[in-house]
């Protein structure tokens, strides 16, 4: 029987939980293990070890570590093409390349604003660190104008990479889930049309429920 993969760090950290989604679509065997944040677990040598940054989420599959979550979930889908969903990541070149640029659009564009303000409205206030209202400001401006892009998009298409769900919609669903469900700031997606059907179809699928889930 084969060993389960290791995902180390939190479920509620949005790139633990972007690894976990995939690792339930490609129906993949894990074990989450705990790394204590606030004890400094993950700034100590043997995590350091596996995880040169010190960051979340940290990943093994025997004797492989890697640390970056949209790495790990590209090396997971094509280790494990066969099983789960296949064609999260694809099934030719073209289909590849589509999923990748739109990879690439939700870590530079996507990412960075929706990041700020997930931390600034969501974890500032629990954390009691002050909110940075000039950052908040800049981060929505940014986020409207990538979202509109999707709109347009998702209008096109039933998915961002083409017709069906892949990687490139996985990505999306942690900082859209806190985006969502706890700022204020849900509207920036739900108020779309396009984006609002998508959030609903990417949002209630089986793998992600399992996630939230956890979270708990």
């Known amino acids: ?49 596996i995880q040169p940054f010190g960051q979340v989420p940290a990943f093994q599959d025997e004797s492989i570590s890697l640390f970056e979550s949209r790495a790990i979930c590209r090396y997971v889908s094509e280790k494990y093409a066969n099983q789960g969903n296949k064609g999260l990541y ?48 800049q981060s929505e401006e940014k986020l409207n104008k990538v979202l509109d892009v999707y709109e347009k998009r998702l209008g096109e298409n039933r998915y961002l990479a083409g017709d069906e769900f892949t990687l490139a919609d996985l990505s ?12 204020e700031r849900g509207e920036l997606v739900t108020s779309r049309e396009n984006l609002a059907r998508w959030w609903g179809e990417i949002s209630s699928r089986e793998s992600w429920k399992k996630v939230v889930d956890m979270q708990k």
């Not at 939700?106 to 974890?123: H, I, R, T, Y």
């Not at 999306?172 to 700022?183: C, S």
């Open 172 to 183: 999306h669903l942690p900082n859209t889930h806190y985006l969502v469900n706890a700022t």
């Open 90 to 137: 694809g099934t030719n070149p073209l289909e590849k390349a589509s999923i990748d640029q739109w990879l690439e659009a939700e870590g530079q564009n996507f990412s960075p604003p929706s990041s700020a303000l997930v931390f600034q409205l969501a974890f500032a206030p629990r954390m009691k660190i002050k909110q940075d209202e000039g950052l908040i400001r």
């Open 1 to 49: 029987m084969a060993t389960p993969v290791k995902v180390y760090g939190p479920a509620f950290s949005t790139a633990v939980s972007r690894v976990l989604a995939c690792l339930i679509e490609k129906d993949v065997e894990f074990q989450l293990v705990a790394v204590n944040m606030a004890k400094g677990e993950h700034k100590k040598p043997d995590y350091l070890k």
